[in-house]
């Protein structure tokens, strides 16, 4: 069986490159590991950026991201 491919958000404008989940939470934890390494947090840091957006993983955020797409409007930003 395959995985389904999940987005973060919908591709920006005059593009039809969709930002992938996975893709997104593993350079948010790139980042924030950054960020956290100058405080000795780097590993904690790591995990929350991993794990900041898992929620976007259901099926109901993923047909939202979908609509978004379809009627021309940019999903990413969103805030419920």
């Given at each position: 069986?395959?995985?389904?491919?999940?987005?973060?958000h919908?591709?920006?404008?005059?593009?039809?490159?969709?930002?992938g989940?996975?893709?997104?939470?593993?350079?948010?934890?790139?980042?924030?590991?950054?960020?956290?390494?100058?405080?000795?947090?780097?590993?904690?840091?790591?995990?929350?950026g991993?794990?900041?957006?898992?929620?976007?993983?259901?099926?109901?955020?993923?047909?939202?991201?979908?609509?978004?797409?379809?009627?021309?409007?940019?999903?990413?930003?969103?805030?419920?």
């Open positions: 069986s395959s995985v389904a491919y999940l987005n973060a919908t591709p920006p404008s005059g593009s039809d490159r969709w930002h989940l996975v893709e997104h939470l593993q350079a948010v934890a790139a980042s924030a590991s950054r960020f956290g390494a100058k405080f000795g947090q780097a590993d904690l840091a790591h995990a929350l991993l794990t900041h957006d898992l929620a976007k993983a259901d099926p109901r955020f993923q047909r939202y991201l979908q609509e978004c797409k379809e009627a021309g409007q940019n999903g990413s930003g969103v805030t419920s």
